[in-house]
């Protein structure tokens, strides 16, 4: 059984990895932007003149030129690096609450950390980002300068000297530099970024781990301060070690009986440590991970984690068996990813009922399920297809991602829905987003819709009573809803039973067989998922008035139990009776 540091670390790398994806994407757009930059340093050598005068406008020029690019490429960095500071935070923050937090109560950082991280502080070798830009524009002036120089002295035109400065290595050296100090700022504010967790949370850590990124590529520094333990507060010896340093750092838990400490009574959930098994607390020991490489490592994970790492089935299948050695941290076909992505790919969330858990191994299985109906009969007579008909619906719903997965949070539009899905799995509800349930006694968060039958039966209901649809189609809808009860929610149910009548419904008018029925289901899927959530919202505005709300079949009064408009007014009566008689004899006896 894995211990709670090996499982934060294995949480580390494979955000590590993923991490590098991001980082590509900042330094493609770089590349763009250099890309442009060498097309129009190269027309201003071309338009200008090697006369002595014109030498000097041409310098000037180029000096505004390269300032100006490099403003705007440090104002990108900037930019991205502060989202992804943020976003690194929230990971660290959430790795540790999910790890933890049944002991523990993690604490944030201040908000100010990381504009305090990209912006003032150094990166590396005590220069700032801007320093940093600063030098590699610098230098490219300096060896732009030296190639005007040494074409006028070797008699070349103006054209000539700009066809030299295209294919020559003044601006391949611009690149370089900026990749690197791309991948140098990254694990920078990566580093301090975690830091700053680790620092607001000292109390349950015995400290930080260093983490080399064991390769081919990895230098004789990082590999020396592979898996060594430093204590919190000690940033000499985060990453970068080295310019184009990959490392990064985890942190380092103590054990389950280090935690009740006098310092750390406010923050220990002592109920819960008090409680646990002699399996829990050596799971909550303070061992460390065991040293390996990162082929090492990607070989002990899950499937899932391997597809997202090597990015195609085939290649998981031939690095298991070994005929695959990685030789470096890989990125899968060199794709690079947004904060979203890399968001969903490494999210430590708060989970909640269909909440997406392993997008890459839910889109292999969809991939391989059949779903070849071009009518709603071949669904009716293979068993085998209305099976996978129901796995569809339950990985639209859970670990696909799907827009079928959005039902239970609040919003009718899709991408409002995606915004409170975001809220809800990155940050946990405040007091004012908490609601009672007066059924199951709880306070739950009001983000996330709660189970509405009163949709689902009325959904059910517009089938029993379609004009278009044949009893054997009703009798289909209706028993395939019926089979996706112990799995599924009603109010996801009640989108789902929407969309086949929509469907069923549709061909039934026009007569048109489904050419691809996934596509064709999960284009219409958006518009059921938005009806049924509108149904929900105005079931919820309608539970703000009190008269209303008692018209509600499954309505519940958090004090009263349950309550009827028919059961009121037969007892209005007897009721008013018996507040008068109260307040006539018991009331002055109180008083």
Known sequence: MSNLNTAVYDSVIDRAAMSRLYEKRISDRVSVLLNKHQNTT?????????????????????????????????????????????????????????????????QKPPRKIPEELVLKRPLYNDKTLSAGWAGVATSERKRLEGFIRKGMAEGKTVKEIAADVRKGSVHKISKNQANALVTTSM???YAQADQAVYKANEGALQGWQYVAVLDSRTTPLCAARDARVYEIGDTAHLPPAHWNCRSTTAPVFKAWNQLDTEENLVYIKKRNLEGLTPKQRKYYDDALPMRESYDQWLFRQPRDIQLKHLGSDSKVTAFNKGQIKLEKFTNPDGKSIGLRDLTRLTSQSYSVPGTTTKFSSAKDKLDSLNLGASRVEDFMSDKVLRKNLHDYYLLQAGELDGTLSLMNYRGVLIRSKAATKKRVLTSPPREDQTVFNAVTGRYEDARVYQPAPQVLNNNLKLVRESDVLTEADKDFILDFSSGLASKMGVNQRAAVVDNLRILVTRQRKDGQPWRNFKAVSNSQMKFDVMNASDAIETSIRAQT??????????????VLGEVQLDDLAMNFVSNIKGKLKWEASDAPKLA
């Open 187 to 189: 694990t920078s504010v």
């Open 42 to 106: 190269a027309g201003l050598i071309a338009n200008g003149k090697l006369t002595p005068t014109g030498t000097k406008v041409l310098k000037a020029t180029l000096r505004d030129q390269i300032t100006k690019t490099y403003r705007e490429i440090h104002d990108l960095t900037k930019g991205s690096l502060l989202d992804f500071t943020r976003n690194q935070i929230s990971f660290s923050v959430q790795n540790i609450e999910a790890k933890i937090g049944n002991l523990w109560k993690t």
């Open 545 to 558: 008035d009190p008269l209303k709300k008692l018209k509600i079949s499954n309505y519940i009064d958090p």
